[in-house]
């Protein structure tokens, strides 16, 4: 969905389109290369875990845990198939990933262990008619001049859980 005007661009404020630009294929490559560096605070929900793959989740025994420091990119993202279960109106199964980072801080370059449980998706595509009332909630800012200065389109996924991001496709 475009997120602003621009008099030069064909997409305009709160209109959906089918595909990536080269502008979101640009920036994605951009983010997720190995070779990027940036300065981050680590996400929430994520806790320093004790290193064995058999271990549990927040182990206490970390007292050097690095929340803030320079951070390499993902390199490559996973996405898994979520099925919906009817029977009991579940979507989503909580899981548990656990994995080795590199940190860059003062101190030099510190390897840990984190982990983090994602109990909604980080990422969600659906495919469903907008057209239809539902769980959809349009929220419009207008500027001084009385012109559309963004939209936000946002969904509540069964159960209530808000997802981070979301994808959405029509038949229209």
Do not use: H
Not at 16 to 38: I, P, S
Not at 65 to 90: C, H, M, P, Q, W
Request: proline share 3%; aromatic share 12%.
């Amino acid at each position: 969905m475009a997120a602003s005007f621009n008099l030069f661009s064909r997409y305009g404020v709160g209109q959906f389109y089918t595909g990536l630009t080269r502008d979101d294929v640009g920036g994605l490559k951009y983010m997720y290369k190995r070779a990027n560096q940036n300065y981050e605070t680590i996400v929430g929900g994520v806790v320093g875990t004790g290193g064995g793959p058999w271990g549990g989740i927040g182990s206490t025994n970390v007292s050097n845990f690095v929340t803030n420091g320079i951070r390499y990119g993902v390199d490559k993202v996973t996405f898994v198939r979520a099925d919906f279960d009817s029977l009991i109106g579940e979507l989503f199964v909580p899981i548990t990933n656990r994995f080795d980072e590199t940190v860059t801080t003062q101190r030099g370059a510190i390897q840990q262990s984190i982990g983090r449980i994602v109990a909604v998706p980080d990422i969600l595509f659906i495919a469903l008619d907008t057209t239809t009332r539902g769980t959809f909630t349009i929220n419009r800012m207008f500027g001084p001049n009385g012109e559309l200065a963004s939209e936000t389109i946002s969904f509540m996924e069964p159960g209530g859980a808000p997802i981070a991001a979301q994808f959405i496709t029509t038949t229209i």
